[in-house]
DNA sequence: ATATTAATGAAAAATTTTTTCAATAAGGCA
DNA sequence: TGCCTTATTGAAAAAATTTTTCATTAATAT
């Protein structure tokens, strides 16, 4: 986990942001979750680790990771819209298998869905740019 | 499309509801969009039938008619959490293809899907139970 | 150390969604 | 048909969420 604060640590300066007190907060906070969480939960988390943090700066801090590819979104259905995840699989595109209990969540790769695109771009004529896909069902240890 | 509306309304007297003016001016615009519609975009054209119509109205149908799997909301990354399209493939399970451009969207089955979702079940543990795709990309016309 | 300027937090504003409640109208039944 | 019951409605208010503004702070290059 250290590791990937790092690795965005870096990013983040690469770009040219700031590494300040407020996102080092936000970010360990979000790679210490299992879970997708709301900015509000993770005001709360984020706020152990530097009390003064306004939710602003997670609002704020979220839409520059998302565009970072950072974090990404939680979409289940009708819930958890606006909830987020670090991006742990450095590489290519993934997905997100979510636990419907706990709210774990687990990456899976891409794999064997590009077949399934490409048929559909050859039925339909829409040029395919890009895609998001959710699994949703219960983690092992919550069955 | 006429027949969508009908059998909406019949779906919704045999679930015990009752099929009124607001909700059928909701279900024509709903039908008759081609793309996805916020409740406030689908409260202005459903206005259009009933002037009278107020937005909670809107946010209370919607609900309802996600709750009977009548629309589904359309996710694309950040935006469009909150926008919805009527659901037309009466059978099985299907997903959205959007245009990124027009807005429109176009249903597509399951197929060869399942397969990767078997798959994944087995290499994880996880018990899955639903899962939500979405494809984005311009179609013929927007290219 | 200092200067530059991006980033912050607080407050206010804007937007979105939900709740409350009295009035209305849908659908069943005589 | 016309009445009765009760789900549904619309308006207003409340709650929740997100964005904007702006003076202050602090991260980084020099």
Redesign the interface.
Known sequence: MTDLLKIWGERLRSEGYRLTRARRAILEALAAGESHMTPEELHRQARRRHRSLGLVTVYRTLALL?KLNLVQ?V????LS??SFIAVRLPTGHHHH?V??TCGRV?E?PD???D???R???AR?????????????????EC?
């Open positions: 998302e979104r979409h289940q259905g009708a819209c606006h298998l636990c419907r687990e899976f794999c064997a869905l077949d399934v695109l048929r559909l771009q339909t004529g829409f040029a395919i740019e890009s895609h998001h896909v959710e699994v949703v069902g219960r983690c092992p069955q």
